[in-house]
């Protein structure tokens, strides 16, 4: 049985592992806020407490962040950004400063942003040498005409709008060139597995002036080939926001998520089919993207505030708000959401 059976089979079990939508409020929210930091075939045992309750204040200092910013009035777009950017300083993440080293040990950075209200979004993919590729996404959406830039053009671009740049030790974590120098070492056609790879952050959001927006940053899949692109940029797959439905961020296995257009898909589930942000999230997950075989989840928020967690591995680091309720999770507890009260 090769990998991709096993992989499989785990995956038809865990199927129900969980799909967390927190307890909804009778009215709508002022604003709602679902943050991830990737998701994967992970559970308690294989954390450590240590490193848990560092993944929980890394995951609550972003949640803090993205509610101050809401509560005073802050725009979806400013709080994805802002949210992505603490995130994309912490080397616990695949991203920004923890970004995975591809085959050639080096970092090829992707991130994409959407606007929901104006429908306008960017994204960078292959870029190098820059801390904060969301921001060079928000760039791209604000500031061209075109939507998606790569390599040495989105390098290029990044310059010319002043982006801070970083060399190559800010991104040299013990983290992920240990995870590169594994790889490195297995044999031939030896897969390495995928818990190995990954660690991608996103974010969803609504704000107080009911609009939308939604963010995705990464390194990729640790050893990727060079040029490989995932679909953490890639509009579509990995981001999307529309204030008639959704603002949502995917992450897990990118080449199921191009195939199946998975936050696309959430959007026109409910756009085209009527259905709920957790059906739609259900759907694209568990009916369309799984169902090839990938794994991985979404974070969404819906534009009457509603929040939804979903995800066929039984594990996804994330973490939600409204006005009323929080939570932080990592595993498949809770699956109706614990969520804390402030
Ligand atoms: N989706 C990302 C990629 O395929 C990886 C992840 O989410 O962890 O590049």
């Not at 709602?32 to 992970?42: D, N």
């Not at 009527?274 to 090839?292: H, N, P, V, Y």
Request: glycine letters at 12%.
């Amino acid at each position: 049985m090769n990998y991709t059976t096993v992989s499989f089979l785990l995956l038809s079990f865990s199927f129900y592992l969980f799909s967390c939508s927190p307890k909804q409020q009778e009215q709508k929210p002022s604003f709602a806020i679902a943050i991830h930091g990737g998701a994967g075939h992970f559970g308690e045992e294989d954390i450590s407490a240590d490193m848990q309750s560092m993944y929980r204040t890394s995951l609550n200092n972003a949640l803090t962040a993205g509610e101050d910013l809401l509560s005073q009035g802050s725009s979806a777009v400013e709080v994805v950004e802002a949210v992505i950017r603490i995130l994309e300083d912490d080397s616990l993440f695949n991203a920004g400063r923890g970004a995975v080293f591809t085959s050639e040990a080096k970092h090829e950075l992707d991130a994409s942003i959407a606007d929901g209200s104006s429908r306008n979004c960017g994204a960078v993919t292959g870029l190098n040498g820059f801390k904060h590729p969301i921001s060079v996404a928000r760039s791209v959406m604000d500031s061209s005409e075109h939507v998606f830039f790569s390599g040495h053009g989105a390098g290029v671009f990044a310059e010319k709008f002043s982006h801070e740049p970083a060399d190559a030790s800010w991104f040299h974590t013990h983290k992920a060139y240990s995870r590169y120098k594994k790889a490195a070492e297995r044999s031939g056609d030896e897969v390495i597995p995928l818990e190995e790879k990954r660690g991608t952050v996103g974010c969803a959001v609504l704000d107080k002036h009911g609009n939308l927006a939604a963010g995705t940053s990464t390194g990729g899949m640790t050893y990727k080939k060079h040029g490989r692109i995932g679909d953490s940029p890639v509009i579509g797959a990995g981001t999307w926001a529309d204030n008639r439905t959704c603002a949502v961020s995917a992450t897990g296995w990118g080449e199921y998520f191009i195939r199946t257009g998975v936050t696309q898909d959430v959007h026109s589930r409910m756009l085209h089919g009527k259905e709920s942000l957790s059906d739609a999230c259900e759907g694209a997950i568990f009916d369309e993207m799984g169902k090839l075989g990938g794994d991985g989840g979404v974070v969404a928020v819906s534009s009457n505030g509603e929040i939804a967690l979903v995800c066929n591995s039984n594990g996804m680091f994330r973490a939600w708000s409204n006005s009323e309720n929080r939570g932080i999770a990592m595993f498949g507890e809770s699956p109706d959401g614990t969520i804390e009260s402030h």
